[in-house]
């Protein structure tokens, strides 16, 4: 019986290490997808509606392609997400609330990527309708895409916050990991005011909206993808635990049966 639980070990570790790779398929997809439309680097936002429903009318078969690519990166994006509430989980024990939290966001963030996508296709769906019903779905698309920040921003907080307070002796991720995520997680706040531009750096294509959280997302995502695996990889308490109880358990079973009158 303890060996066969002991098997476990290994089908659980592909499982998680399956979800963790789920991160970089889920970025590998809406690279692709992004490319594709022709929205990477965003446009300008200082478009007028004839300028952005020519551009959508002459680009229409190539913006549904690639957008239909990052929807299907969209369900990748939670179980990502949800492997790092299982090592947070390990970290808070019995009352793990920044981990439900962060896995409640987690859920959240996905919903928030579907949102934009659906509307910018929405946008390329009638090609009678009128510039500016087509602009305002556009607009629509971008502010959820990049002006919608704050779960992000509260995910990345929280685990950092999760990291910093491990205090066993050989710690599950190392504290200037935590430091990292803290630090990055202010590096998006810029974006939730890209409603007041239209050029400039604080413009959804612009330095502080577009570039650096681009930049900050792949310095958040390599750490922690690494740390990630290796923690998997270390993760030898719950099967210790385990084990020794099935060890106990058994013990008490074989004592019993021995106490016991024969019959």
């Not at 509260?154 to 910093?164: M, P, S």
Request: charged share 15%; glycine share 6%; net charge neutral.
């Amino acid at each position: 019986m303890v060996a066969h639980n002991a098997d476990k070990a290994g089908p659980s570790r592909i499982v998680q290490k399956a979800c963790v790779w789920a991160g970089p398929l889920m970025g590998a997809l809406f690279v692709v997808g992004f490319v594709e439309a022709g929205f990477f680097p965003p446009p300008s936002p200082n478009q007028s509606a004839a300028e952005v429903a020519a551009m959508i009318d002459q680009h229409r078969a190539a913006i549904r392609i690639g957008i239909v690519i990052c929807l299907a990166s969209c369900p990748l994006l939670m179980p990502f997400l949800a492997s790092f509430t299982i090592q947070m989980l390990r970290i808070e024990g019995l009352r793990p609330i920044l981990a439900y939290t962060q896995l409640a966001l987690g859920a959240l963030a996905t919903v928030e990527f579907v949102i934009p996508y659906v509307f910018m296709l929405v946008s390329t769906y009638r090609a009678d309708q009128h510039p500016d019903v087509t602009r305002a779905l556009y607009d629509i698309s971008w502010f959820f895409f990049l002006g919608v920040v704050s779960t992000f921003v509260l995910q990345l907080a929280i685990f950092g916050v999760a990291v910093l307070i491990d205090r066993r002796p050989e710690p599950i991720f190392p504290r200037w990991l935590g430091y990292v995520n803290l630090w990055l997680a202010i590096t998006f706040v810029p974006a939730s005011f890209l409603v007041f531009f239209k050029t400039g750096p604080l413009a959804w294509n612009g330095v502080l909206v577009w570039w650096v959280p681009v930049f900050s997302f792949l310095l958040w995502f390599l750490p922690n993808f690494v740390f990630l695996l290796r923690a998997i990889d270390a993760d030898r308490d719950d099967d210790v635990s385990i084990t020794r109880l099935l060890r106990e358990v058994n013990g008490l079973r074989a004592r019993i049966d021995t106490l016991s009158p024969s019959a």
